[in-house]
């Protein structure tokens, strides 16, 4: 007790009387006897204030205590008389001066606690005193430094003790009453002696007698009563179960139990933070808001560094018990702002305790209101108990919650702040849990989305749609893809494939087999030889990699659609003629990656306005059923009648994706096949000379001009010159093909027999040649080459005026 007196740390001489409804002495200790004067005969049954006549309050608080400092609770100073009156329903402690009693004059100076006690008993106060001479020597010396107050036993080493000890201090009486007052005891805080704000001892009682003493005169006493033919006294507490009920603080435990049951049900943050705050409002508290770092709301990784004045806060969450609307206009769901460095709120995130204000006055209102620019917070702060805890997971504060008592209900104290402290920790880790599972679906999300292609909806003679819904169990990052490749001819490559398995291996391979398929449709294989091929590289990666792919090229102008299977489901097409569907009849191949088996290609006549369906298994498969079920549900819902593409797929998806048991990612490509009729190619032979070039630009400028393209005639000229001198120049031999196509854009082709591949060259100003491809890039819509089986195809488009695409 740093040095201060007689008393041992901590251990003090106590006092313990207890007051009841009437205002009349129930119990009055041994300690009330040396401290007071008179005997526990003459004190039970009279007026409490006739024993404890008051002359003066000392208010001495210690050095650097701010009674309107954030987190404070002791109300030190407050009158004895007026919780001896009854007058309060808090408890309260302070130093006050005494006349002794016996008509001597003398005057105590003492220091008290008072606790008010509820329940179905009698006692209505419970009152500790000590002699502050005792504790600070005889002189003296160092009085005025010493304050009562409470805390938290928790707060302080051997917490347990403490505890098991509070029974030492308080009157022997029934288990059940003394079960009552130590839970509230210890729930309306345990009382210390305050040096200053952070220098504090808990109180332990000294009763100048050995307990064992105590124990066999008070059952000498009893035996005396007994032999008279009197009531026995009431049982001493030593001789009951040292286990005593706490309910106060079991039922603290029930609310954290039953809090921790509703809350935490689903990994959805969102969901998650609507739990925690209505898991608290009213039981706990009237209003509960809640705030989260802007990085843990966007599904970001941990918060890096504590936060500052800078950080954004999230409003994630509101839960009042007041009218409504009375918190929308000035504090809506949904905003982001920073938090001023003069307030609570800034106080409990930077230092990652809890802060407990247990009355905001009109004066401390102004104070916190005043921090805040552009809304006034006073109405819905003034006046009312405030408790702010931290919501925080490995030590990284990740958001916090604001919780407000109306004035009609008791303030925020000591336990209560022990009980919103461990409520914010059980809530900081399942939002932490929910996060961490935010993040880690956000990172498969963006792999899965960086490696599925982003479709052009109109290709050349045809339209496309796509859907793709990811697996339905957690982190299930699946391997299914689709795409579409522009092939030289106006042609298309559709494909789509499912890597077998689950996980980041499996996304990782599906991306090495979607880069490969779109290589090597871009040397324009044959769909079974580039199942070949695929099959040979699959191999090479290792002996794990297994997949089933359906690729498919389709010819707007002749047709036909070119298919090869590798163990996939076949696709389903939807006749426009009679609106009749059927699966495709394909060969099915074995798995990519089996090795040593051929795969063979079909082809399909397609008429304008037939459509093709491609899926993968996940949206037909459902465990414990057949497959055929599913195929056949596919084949009814994609012949049903849909205003646009999308509608089509969402038909589908809705027909077969929401049956139970659906785990695997579902990929879904639809592909409407309108193709390009004969008056919208032009196709011309050139030979293989310079002379053919003025002939080239005749032909074009000719043909636009009856297909109404004037407006890029001049553009188109000038490309199809480069082009065409480039071939004859390097093409030795065989001739030169030029084809015009108009679909959606205007497409032109130049296929030569040789098969080097142009490349874009730096010309400087004397060079007489590499300008030709520079003018193609800068002029195109798009441009590229492709190897042929007979050379290469050099091309590119052109946008044209609406109204002018066939």
Known sequence: MHGTGQAPQGRVPLAVVVVDQAGGVSHWSTGARRLFGPAREDAVGRPVTDLLPVSGALRAEPEGYDPEGYGTYDRIGDDLELSLGGQTAYPTAGRARLDATGGTGARIDVLWWAYPLVGPGTERLLVLAADARGLTGADGEGSERIAPGFALHTDFPGADELARGLPEILPSMSVGESARIVSQVLELGYPVMEFSRYDRVPVTADWGVSRRTERKARRAEAARAVAAGLPAPRRPLDDLAEDIEYTAVRERLEFLNEVSGRIGSSLDLSRTIVEVSRAVVPRFTDVAGTYLREQVVAGEGFPEGPPDATTMWHRVALEHTDEPGRWDDVVPVGESMPFPVHTPFFQCMTSGDPVL??????????????????????????????????????????????????????????????????????????????????????????????????IEPHMAGCDIATRYLPGTLLGRVGGDWFDSIKLPGARTALVVGDVMGHGLNSAAMMGQLRTAVQTMAGLDLPPAQLLRNLDDLAQRLGEHYLATCLYAVYDPIVGELHLANAGHIPPVIVRAADGRSELLDLPTGA????????????????????????????????????????????????????????????????????????????????????GIESGDVAHWELAPTSREVPRARALVRRQLADWGLSSVEYAAELMVCELVTNAVRHAHAGPVQLRLVRSGTLLCEVEDAEHTLPTLLSAGPGDEFGRGLRVVAHLAREWGTSRTATGKTVWFELTVPRGKVH
Not at 369 to 376: C, H, I, L, P, W
Not at 389 to 408: C, D, S, T, W, Y
């Open 591 to 674: 798995p990519i990656g089996v090795g040593g088996v051929p795969f063979e290609s079909v082809t399909v006549r397609v008429a304008p306005g037939d459509r093709l369906v491609m899926c993968t298994d996940g949206l037909v498969e459902v465990r414990g059923e057949d497959i055929g079920v599913g195929l056949a549900t596919l084949c009814e819902s994609a012949a049903h009648p849909a205003a646009s593409m999308d509608d089509a797929c969402d038909t589908i998806i809705r027909s077969l994706a929401g049956r139970g048991g659906r785990k695997d990612d579902v990929a879904l490509l639809m592909v409407r096949m309108s």
């Open 357 to 454: 204000v247990p009355y905001i006055s009109q004066e401390m209102g102004d104070a916190i209101a005043s921090q805040f620019e552009k809304r006034d917070i006073r109405p819905l702060i003034t006046h009312r108990s405030m408790l702010v805890v931290p919501l925080k997971a490995r030590n990284v504060v990740l958001g916090f919650m604001i919780l407000l008592r109306h004035q009609e209900r008791p303030v925020f104290n000591d336990m209560d702040r022990v009980t919103g402290a461990e409520l914010a920790a059980r809530a900081g880790l399942v939002l932490d849990n929910a996060r961490m599972y935010t993040y880690q679906e956000s990172v498969a999300e963006t792999l899965q989305d960086s490696m599925l292609p982003h």
